[in-house]
């Protein structure tokens, strides 16, 4: 894996309006197989208190992310990104990713908008903002934590 980024992110603290046609990144991607998605940042922290470490440079998810992982999903040791499918998932209903709103339930992580690569393509940036910007080191895509928030959306 590359290096990591630093703790800030060049740029600016508002979306800019999506690109006609533009298809947005789900920064919550959960990988069946290689081949789709791509490695933004490292899980570290605890359960209780994840941290992710975004990598400098984006990697696409191949079968070493999968070994790498192992025993564990890789979604469970990376953040992953990949195409938002909407309509075809169980987070997206009503022109919204419900996941992004409930990211906005948690604690700030930073102060400052964190050091990202996928930002501009964000679902999260382009719908909600630097709101989700500053909780989204501490998501992670499978643990119980955030099993637990996506249970409490689906009440």
Known sequence: MPSTGSSRSPGRDQPDKPAA???????????????????????????ERPEVIPLEKPEPVTEEVFKLAAPHHPSEIFRIAAPCVEGGCKNFGNGVCHLAKAVLRGPETAEDLPYCRIRSECVWWHQEGKAACLRCPQVVTNNPVSLAIRNEMRR
Do not use: E, K, Q, W
């Not at 533009?22 to 359960?47: E, Q």
């Open 21 to 47: 046609g533009a298809h947005h990144l789900c920064p919550s991607f959960a990988p069946r197989a290689p081949g789709r998605g791509v490695v933004f940042g490292i899980v570290a922290g605890t359960a």
